[in-house]
């Protein structure tokens, strides 16, 4: 392999997510869970351009407040960048700038979004040619959401969330997404869990080892009803999630009060995202709850996962 001493820069992009069904397995002796997620890519993106340069670095923009990210190793498009030079034995470096719409620790997996758009601009950047699959298993090692950041579409997510598979999903679901003003840990809100469970362990069924996701929402899915997807959407997160920040529960009745089909945590949260009709249901949910001074945008889903937009 020849990896060409670049010049270019390179464009990429990859979307957020929203899981619209996510069930938590119990905890394991390694302090993790298993999950099984089904997971929609929606309109709501992340740019990265990637410069040559001589070391790793990281600048930001965007339409959120991104004074307290990290621009060190610790930022995991850095490490995403640094193990990918690793993987293909390049020597030089990358200023990745990135442009960010995806709320910071707010659930729709915006860091995610950023590794897998920097694996691909850096392939291209450098001439790696890794190819999909070997990218696909860097993604893997960056973390659980990244590997479908960089598919999208609509995945079925297992084990920690990375062992994807394709799920049929028919047209576009129309979001209204209300971003909190501040963000949650998803480690935090997976010990909320945990400590939820023990709380109630004489009062709900006890959490499977390897969980599973409902055969009605792969049917919601696949016909594209969003009725139908309303009555099965599901977040194991969303209780402890409620527990850390109880004032979202006035968020998602807000939206269901004004023509939500259904309103829910998205991921580990905080951000609420909010099923709606069509695109007319949208909008009148997008002034109400902004008329309520909510910071609130609207998506599409499902949407194409990592890509190229020029070179």
């Not at 930022?75 to 719409?101: D, M, P, S």
């Not at 297992?158 to 994807?164: A, C, E, N, W």
Request: with cysteine.
């Amino acid at each position: 392999m020849t990896i060409a001493a670049a010049t270019k820069v390179v464009h990429a992009r990859a979307p957020g997510k929203i899981n619209v069904f996510l069930k938590v397995g119990s905890l394991l002796e390694d302090g993790f869970h298993e999950v099984a997620t089904a997971y929609q890519a929606v309109s709501l993106f992340e740019d990265v351009r990637a410069h040559p340069a001589d070391d790793f670095s990281a600048s930001f923009s965007g339409s959120i407040d991104t004074s307290q990210l990290p621009a060190d190793g610790s930022n995991l498009a850095i490490r995403a960048a640094t193990l990918l030079a690793r993987k293909a034995g390049y020597r030089g470096g990358v200023h990745l700038e990135i442009e960010k719409h995806i709320p910071i620790a707010g659930g729709m997996g915006g860091g995610s979004a950023d590794a897998a758009a920097t694996l691909l601009a850096c392939d291209s950047l450098w001439g790696t040619d890794l190819g999909r699959e070997a990218l696909l298993e860097l993604a893997a090692q960056l973390g659980a959401d990244v590997p479908f950041a960089f598919t999208g579409g609509t995945a079925i997510g297992t084990g920690r969330g990375d062992q994807l598979s394709p799920a049929l999903a028919k047209g576009h679901f129309q979001w209204v997404l209300a971003f909190a003003e501040f963000g949650l840990s998803t480690p935090d809100v997976y010990k909320e869990l945990d400590r939820h469970r023990d709380r109630h362990a004489q009062d709900i069924f006890p959490a499977e080892v390897q969980p599973h996701v409902d055969a009605n929402v792969l049917q919601a899915l696949r016909a594209g009803d969003p009725h139908m997807l309303a009555e099965v959407l599901h977040n194991d997160l969303q209780a402890p999630a409620l527990h850390l920040e109880p004032e979202l529960a006035a968020i998602i009745e807000l939206g269901e009060e004004n023509g939500a089909l259904a309103g829910m945590i998205s991921g580990s949260g905080p951000t609420v995202a909010f099923l709606v009709a069509d695109l007319d249901n949208a909008l009148e949910l997008q002034i109400a709850l902004s008329a309520a001074r909510l910071n609130v945008v609207r998506a599409t889903g499902p949407v194409h996962g990592a890509r190229i937009l020029s070179t």
